[in-house]
């Protein structure tokens, strides 16, 4: 199938800084995505979703954006804290019915003291 | 809430066996996914069960199989194990259709 995001980076950021993690998809028939981050040792936890009749979506410290244009969606988190250490997966949804999400290789974001 | 559960967290098998991974969704939800999670490959979708019936299905080989209860629970079977089944299994559950997908923890995987 097709793939979505970039391979993996490293994001380091400074606590209490803001983050802007970053994905690009490639099926631009998909209408529903999800942002996950991942613990070592843990499955994917969600994070916040949004479907393509929107352009943004805000979460508790956390926004989603969603340029359909560029097919690109970045996850922005607020006052980065040290617990939000982890991978994060964006993911989109091809399935026409159900669900079959392809997820990007994911982005390990790293927080500095 | 109880979250979904999977067991065994892990298991070690030899080349050419078989292995049955077990899913419990969250209470209610009638869809289960599965994935495959390695370093090379990333996380890649196996199949989804919705109500008993596989509903979507991705791009791996016939030894991997899956199938659905009518109480949801779901398991994943591999015949034939090669080393390069080693991952971590993972299974997410959903109301269905564009909605909040919830991952289990995962089954590792060791074939040697």
């Known amino acids: 199938g097709e793939s979505v995001g970039l391979h993996l980076p490293t994001l380091s950021v400074q606590e209490g800084d803001n983050s802007i993690i970053n994905c690009a998809y490639s099926n631009s028939a998909s209408d529903y995505f999800i942002w996950y981050k991942q613990e070592s040792g843990k499955g994917p936890q969600f994070i916040i979703d949004?479907?393509?009749?929107?352009d943004k979506r805000q979460g508790q410290r956390v926004t989603v954006l969603l340029n359909k244009t560029v097919k690109h969606l970045s996850l922005q988190i607020a006052a980065t804290q040290p617990g939000d250490s982890a991978v994060y997966f964006c993911?989109?949804?091809?399935?026409?019915?159900?669900?079959?999400?392809?997820f990007g290789p994911g982005t390990r974001l790293s927080v500095l003291p | 809430k109880a979250g979904v559960t999977q067991t065994p967290r892990y298991l070690i098998k030899t080349r050419g066996q078989q292995v049955t991974l077990s899913c419990s969704p969250i209470s209610g939800h009638r869809s289960v996914s599965w994935y495959q999670q390695t370093p090379g490959q990333g996380l890649q979708f196996l199949f989804e069960?919705?109500?008993?019936?596989?509903?979507n299905k991705g791009n791996f080989p016939g030894r991997f199989s899956g199938r659905q209860f009518s109480n949801s629970r779901s398991e994943m079977n591999v015949s034939t194990l090669e080393l390069g089944d080693s991952a971590l299994y993972l299974c997410a559950s959903s109301l269905g259709g564009h909605t909040e997908a919830f991952f289990g923890q995962g089954t590792r995987l060791t074939v040697v």
């Open positions: 993911a989109e949804n091809e399935g026409l019915y159900g669900q079959n999400f392809v």
């Open positions: 949004i479907r393509s009749n929107m």
């Open positions: 069960y919705f109500s008993e019936t596989q509903r």
